[in-house]
């Protein structure tokens, strides 16, 4: 059980950016992403955030589901993680399937937002 208004926030925005992946709403992942941000993939690939969002528009990542199973949330300040089992059913790169992936996934306030970024508090 989340137990804070932050910690709440940040599981929100969480979910809030699984569904616009779903959703292919680039608009919503544009605002809420950061700029700058480079994601993983359980391949081991990088990206940067335009590199993935290309991938999502034009149909090479497609995402179905999402279940988030026992969020951990620490905030400290303006920087907060979240960890998670993540059940994700997708098909990517022309493979279909349900896959459980371990989550870490950092998030900034800026102005009074939270938004999705790859670094953790004291990185620069």
Not at 56 to 62: P, V, Y
Not at 80 to 101: H, Q
Request: proline share 1%; with cysteine; net charge positive.
């Amino acid at each position: 059980m989340i137990n804070s208004d932050e910690k709440r926030a940040v599981l929100q925005k969480f979910e809030q950016m699984q569904q616009a992946m779903i959703d292919k709403d680039m608009k919503t992942l544009n605002r809420i992403v950061k700029e700058g941000t480079l994601f993983t993939h359980m391949s081991g690939k990088t990206q940067t955030k335009a590199e993935f969002f290309e991938e999502i528009a034009n149909g090479t990542l497609n995402y179905f589901k999402y279940e988030i199973k026992n969020p951990v949330i620490i905030v400290k300040g303006n920087y907060a993680t979240l960890n998670a089992v993540t059940t994700l059913t997708a098909k990517v790169y022309g493979i279909s399937g349900t896959w459980s992936l371990n989550t870490n996934a950092s998030f900034e306030k800026i102005d009074g937002e939270w938004v999705y970024c790859n670094k953790k508090q004291g990185e620069q």
